[in-house]
T-cell receptor, first 113, second 114 residues
Framework: GESVGLHLPTLSVQEGDNSIINCAYS??????FIWYKQESGKGPQFIID?????DKRQGQRVTVLLNKTVKHLSLQIAATQPGDSAVYFC????????????FGQGTRLTINP | NAGVTQTPKFRVLKTGQSMTLLCAQD?????MYWYRQDPGMGLRLIHY???????AKGEVPDGYNVSRLKKQNFLLGLESAAPSQTSVYFC?????????????FGEGSWLTVV
């Protein structure tokens, strides 16, 4: 079956630095990936998505890179701010009769002042 | 715009008790999902629905039942609660995700089984 996992459970960066959060997936059943941000006590919040026919997509201060060869994607956050502190999840969309999201375990991003 | 609303937000149950979590969405979404989230883990899919009157099992369906009698509501039931079901439960809804539509999550329901 499909699995999605993150490389590091925690990541600490200095305020103003760039953050890179990594994610790997196990097979090619997913052709659509989404990054979510989850703040304490809240539900996941959509950040950015990418389809398998793309290798890069940019949003406001965020960039997602997809490497299908090694089944890896990353989320880059530019000039991290205190408000970026949260748990970040990557999720792959599986199409097997219905659309389902399979989540990785999450990376907790801490911003140091 | 309410989006996805879950009730109750917090609940403590005794082992063996039953309860129902209600999820309501006002966006006319076809797809609805129930996930659970345990400490240090991502969300795991319990059950989902692709439309009114349909339900299907997800990754971890044992001990749970669901119903989608109305398009806007998706109910998650625990017939006989167990401590292993202590978790945070998230409901979500969406149109066709592959068409670029976002999946929206509720704020979560914290359930403790003692």
């Amino acid at each position: 079956g499909e699995s999605v996992g993150l490389h590091l459970p925690t990541l600490s960066v200095q305020e103003g630095d760039n953050s890179i959060i990594n994610c790997a997936y196990s097979n090619s059943a997913s052709d659509y990936f989404i990054w979510y941000k989850q703040e304490s006590g809240k539900g996941p919040q959509f950040i950015i998505d990418i389809r398998s026919n793309m290798d890069k997509r940019q949003g406001q201060r965020v960039t997602v890179l997809l490497n299908k060869t090694v089944k890896h994607l990353s989320l880059q956050i530019a000039a991290t701010q205190p408000g970026d502190s949260a748990v970040y999840f990557c999720a792959g969309v599986i199409i097997q009769g219905a659309q389902k999201l399979v989540f990785g375990q999450g990376t907790r991003l801490t911003i140091n002042p | 715009n309410a989006g996805v609303t879950q009730t109750p937000k917090f609940r403590v149950l005794k082992t063996g008790q039953s309860m129902t979590l209600l999820c309501a969405q006002d966006m006319n979404h076809e797809y609805m999902y129930w996930y659970r989230q345990d400490p240090g883990m991502g969300l795991r899919l319990i059950h989902y629905s692709v439309g009114e009157g349909t339900t299907a099992k997800g990754e971890v369906p044992d001990g749970y039942n669901v119903s989608r009698l109305k398009k806007q509501n998706f109910l998650l039931g625990l017939e006989s609660a167990a401590p292993s079901q202590t978790s945070v439960y998230f409901c979500a809804s969406s149109y066709n995700i592959l068409s670029g539509n976002t999946i929206y999550f509720g704020e979560g329901s914290w359930l403790t089984v003692v």
